[in-house]
């Protein structure tokens, strides 16, 4: 079964290009793209999500005011009972001089992962595998270390 992914522009954001780029490499890739568009809520990132079971949601911000779009982001995710990988990606802040500052930002906001517009479709999606890959095997190992402790 191929991975799901929720993928969209949060926030007030118009920008189209780039999660269109990215559906189509996703789709390539073997990827189910559940694409909400642009100008997208939290909520909605939060429904679409658990309605398709998706593994993961990418969000996408190009006009520099995502910090301020994704404020309680995974609160929400976390109080909807999602267990999901969460990427961010694009021109996160307005002046973005030190992305490794912006990449902290974001981190300290609960994103797995935090890309800058600059990233390769494929660097993200290999990012993505790789994830995926290692929530499914610690998934996998966790019913072995509860039978272990309760032994």
């Given at each position: ?22 559906e189509h490499?996703l ?9 909400l568009?642009?100008q ?6 939060v429904d679409?999500?658990?309605?398709h ?10 006009y520099?005011?995502?910090?301020q ?8 995710v ?25 990449r ?30 290692l ?17």
């Amino acid at each position: 079964m191929a991975p799901t992914v929720t993928l969209g522009v949060i926030g007030s954001d118009a920008h189209v290009v780039g999660i269109t780029i990215l559906e189509h490499a996703l789709e390539a890739a073997g990827f189910d793209v559940v694409s909400l568009g642009v100008q997208t809520s939290q909520a909605a990132f939060v429904d679409a999500t658990a309605a398709h079971d998706a593994d993961a949601i990418l969000v996408s911000s190009l006009y520099g005011h995502a910090e301020q779009d994704c404020q309680g982001f995974h609160e929400r995710v976390e109080a909807a009972g999602l267990d999901v990988v969460t990427y961010i990606g694009g021109n996160l802040a307005v002046g973005q001089d030190d992305f490794d500052e912006t990449r902290t930002t974001f981190e300290a906001l609960g994103f797995d992962r935090v890309f800058d517009s600059q990233t390769d479709p494929e660097e993200a999606i290999a990012a993505l595998r790789d994830d995926l890959e290692l929530r499914s095997s610690e998934a996998e190992f966790e019913p072995e270390r509860v039978r272990a402790a309760n032994g």
